[in-house]
């Protein structure tokens, strides 16, 4: 069964600095992978995906993720993290019929 | 504003009742997913729809069921209802399946509160 692991539940960034929110994958064939963000009171929202082609995915907001097969993860990135980011964060992959999500992870941008 | 519409956003019960929530995807959209979000386990996947067949089950309890009618919306039904049933419960649709690596567009949720 496909699956996805996010190692930490909270990330703290300081508004301006660059900021990474992890997440590894384990799979069975190419992997279908996916970031979406929830802010509080507010049903998920897509940012981005890495389906095939170019290891450096960009995405909404200024989002970028990069793949890494060797490593299996699929790490999201920003330059520089805005306070409006602050939210949470899930990493999904897509097995057959369905989406499997993360546990979640929440980002604080620290003005 | 995502285009998928969930009723009621709140829902307050007692344990052993018996509700329906209701979810409404985008305007085109054939696939309608529910999801369950709780503190302690995260966003389960229950149940997926296409074009009104079931296509894929998770870990969905008999105590709930699911269907999507002819015009495409969805109903997701919870009886017998016990405290840990307390959660968000999230509705998401696409075009297609899920086979096809589609984004999913979610509703903003109806929140359970089993008492």
């Known amino acids: 069964a496909q699956s996805v692991a996010q190692p930490e539940d909270q990330v703290n960034v300081a508004e301006g600095n660059p900021l990474t929110v992890k997440c590894t994958y384990s799979?069975?064939?190419?992997?279908?992978l996916f970031w979406y963000v929830q802010y509080p009171n507010r049903g998920l929202q897509f940012l981005l995906k890495?389906?095939?082609?170019?290891?450096l995915v960009k995405g909404s907001y200024g989002f970028e993720a990069e793949f890494n097969k060797s490593q299996t993860s699929f790490h999201l990135k920003k330059p520089s993290a805005l306070v409006s980011d602050s939210a949470l964060y899930f990493c999904?992959?897509?097995?057959?019929?369905?989406?499997?999500f993360g546990t979640g992870t929440r980002l604080k941008v620290l003005a | 504003d995502s285009g998928v519409t969930q009723t009621p956003k709140h829902l307050i019960t007692a344990t052993g009742q018996r509700v329906t929530l209701r979810c409404s995807p985008r305007?085109?959209?054939?696939?309608v997913y529910w999801y369950q979000q709780s503190l302690d386990q995260g966003l389960q996947f229950l149940i997926q729809?296409?074009?009104?067949?079931?296509?894929a089950k998770g870990n969905i309890l008999e105590r709930f069921s699911a269907q999507q009618f002819p015009d495409l919306h969805s109903e997701l039904n919870l009886s017998s209802l016990e405290l840990g049933d307390s959660a968000l419960y999230f509705c998401?649709?696409?075009?297609?399946?899920?086979?096809?690596?589609?984004?999913?567009?979610f509703g903003s949720g109806t929140q359970l509160s089993v008492l």
């Open positions: 305007s085109g959209d054939l696939s």
């Open positions: 729809y296409y074009n009104g067949e079931e296509r």
């Open positions: 799979v069975s064939g190419n992997p279908y």
């Open positions: 998401a649709s696409s075009a297609a399946g899920g086979a096809t690596n589609e984004k999913l567009f």
């Open positions: 890495y389906i095939t082609g170019d290891n």
């Open positions: 999904a992959v897509r097995d057959t019929y369905k989406y499997i």
